[in-house]
C-alpha cells in the first residue's frame, strides 16, 4: 500500500513550553481553537477578549492544556481600550495573533468614530501591533480573509468610512484587504529595521464560526448557516492556517491558506493574493493613514528584536 501523504495538523506544533503567545478574540470560534492548540503545546497564552467572563468560561473549558492561561479585556472598537492592554502588558511576547474580527455587520462606527469594520479588523489591530511591537521577539500574524478578493476591493481612501455607500460585504473585504497591506508594510519595515521579527497573515478558509451570525442581511446569515452545516471546515481546522503561520519557519510577508478547492478548506499551505493586496505604495499609505488616525507609530526597536550583525 502506498504511503498517505501526511498533511500538517496542530499535532505537528513542536513544543512552546517558555513562549507567550497572545491572542485577540481567543473567547471562541478560530482564536479559541488557536489558543488551545499553543496551550496544548505548552505555550503561555493570553486570551485578550472583549468580555473577560465570557474568555474566563472558555480558558476554564480548556482541556489539555500544559501551559499557562491568562485572559484580559481588550476592546479593538475602543483605542483606549487597546492602550489600556498594552500598559498592562509586561515581559516579552514571543508571538502576537491578531485574530479578532467582525463580519458584515450593520452600519456603525466605533468608539473613536471609525466605521466599524475597518476600525476594528484593521485600525484596532494596528494600533495594537504597533504599541506592542517592542516586546515582540518572533512575529505578528495578522488574520485576514478570501473575501479581500470582492470584487471591486480597494481601500477607499478618500472615505475611509464608506460614508453615503456603505455596503457591509464591501467594509469587510475593505477591512480584509487592509490587514494584508499592514502585513506587508509591517514586514517592509521591520527588514528595514534589521529585525528578526516576521509579520505574517492566515486566512482559514469557510470556516463555521459564530461571525458569520452577526451579518446584516438576514438571507446571507440564512445561507451561511447551511452553508456551514454542507461545506464549511470546523473552527479547528479553520484555526491550522494561522498556528503554521505562527509556528513554521516562512519568509516573512508570507500568507497562509487551506489548500483545497478555491482555498476553502484543507491543509495549510502558502497561497496567494490580489494585485490590490500586493501594492507596496497603497500599503504605504494606509500605513501613513492608520499612523494619523491611531496616534501610534512604528516604534523604535529594541536590540534583541535585531538581527545579527545590524
Known sequence: MPKTQHKWNAGDITGQTGRTVVITG??????????????????????????????EAAAAALRGAKGRLEVHRLDLADLESVREFARGRQGDIDVLVNNAGVMNVPEGTTKDGFETQFGTNH????ALTGLLLPRVRDRVVTVSSGMHRYPGARIHFENLNLTGEYSPMAAYAQSKLANLLFTLELQRRLTEAGSRVRALAAHPGWAATNLQGHDASTLRRIAMRVGN???????????????????????????????????????????GRSRAASDPEAARRLWTVSEELTGVAFPQLPELSRAPGT
Open 229 to 271: 452545516r454542507l461545506f464549511a471546515q470546523d473552527d479547528r481546522a479553520g484555526a491550522l492556517p494561522t498556528l503554521y503561520a505562527a509556528t513554521q519557519d516562512l519568509p516573512g510577508a508570507s500568507y497562509v491558506g487551506p489548500d483545497g478547492l478555491s482555498e476553502m478548506r484543507g491543509a495549510p499551505t502558502l497561497v
Open 123 to 126: 485600525l484596532g489591530h494596528f
Open 26 to 55: 481567543a473567547n471562541s470560534g478560530l482564536g479559541l481553537a488557536t489558543a488551545d492548540a499553543f496551550a496544548r503545546a505548552g505555550a503561555h497564552v493570553v486570551l485578550a477578549v472583549r468580555d473577560p467572563r465570557r474568555g
